[in-house]
């Protein structure tokens, strides 16, 4: 069983569109984060929920926007893409707020063209 | 701003090879984490480390936490192909559960 699970695995799309990437966590996490990786592999941390409330939100454009239905779920929408939104996205999980080990998605591989 | 410098950000060594990888801030962490993140893939926790001076090994990895907990080491003893892949160590920031990651290391083991 995938503990966090994204879809899609990959995303193509044109400049302007809007889409949307789904995460899912089956471990009891009270915790989901979302992280963006650049093309140099550098990991920074864009939003996080905790039992459905956000608690940490980063310099993001208002084009993104998450959405936590219930705490095993952390969704993300983006809108009016952009070329440089171009990005690997990571889901990620904990047990809580003490930064204890993430267990992270698979990814998903974003390219705007 | 807490940050966290990993060294070498390349190593491409042959197998059988022995390799550590450095982490380090100006920072104190009440922990660090290592990561190892292979192509197409998530990063994966391999260890936390949490008191000062603490030695983890995880069998042919050896991970040290510095005694002023501001850096870390990883080292690989007769590495091996299989341990190919990004090497992440991170550390958290505030009590929101927060991590920042180094920039990593790219380590290649070829047969």
């Known amino acids: 069983d995938t503990a966090v699970s994204q879809t899609p695995k990959y995303l193509v799309t044109q400049m302007g569109n809007d889409k949307s990437i789904k995460c899912e966590q089956n471990?009891?996490?009270?915790?989901m984060y979302w992280y963006k990786q650049d093309s140099k592999k550098f990991l920074k941390i864009m939003f996080s929920?905790?039992?459905?409330?956000?608690?940490i939100n980063e310099t993001v454009p208002n084009r993104f926007s998450p959405k936590s239905p219930d705490k095993a779920h952390l969704n993300l929408h983006i809108n009016s893409l952009e070329l440089g939104d171009s990005a690997v996205y990571f889901c990620?999980?904990?047990?809580?707020?003490?930064?204890?080990?993430?267990?992270f998605g698979s990814g998903t591989r974003l390219t705007v063209v | 701003t807490q940050l966290l410098e990993q060294s070498p950000q390349f190593l491409s060594i042959q197998e059988g090879e022995n390799l550590t990888v450095y982490c380090n801030s100006s920072s104190v962490f009440s922990s660090l984490q290592w990561y190892r993140q292979e192509p197409g893939e998530g990063p994966v926790l391999l260890v936390t480390v949490v008191t000062g001076g603490e030695v983890k090994k995880l069998k042919r990895l050896t991970f040290q936490f510095g005694d002023a907990r501001k850096d870390s080491s990883l080292h690989i003893t007769a590495a091996q192909p299989g341990d190919t892949g990004l090497y992440l160590c991170a550390g958290p920031s505030g009590n929101t559960g927060k991590l920042i990651f180094g920039q990593g290391t790219t380590l290649q083991v070829k047969p």
């Open positions: 990620a999980s904990s047990p809580g707020q003490l930064a204890r080990g993430y267990t």
């Open positions: 471990l009891g996490h009270d915790t």
């Open positions: 929920y905790n039992n459905k409330e956000l608690i």
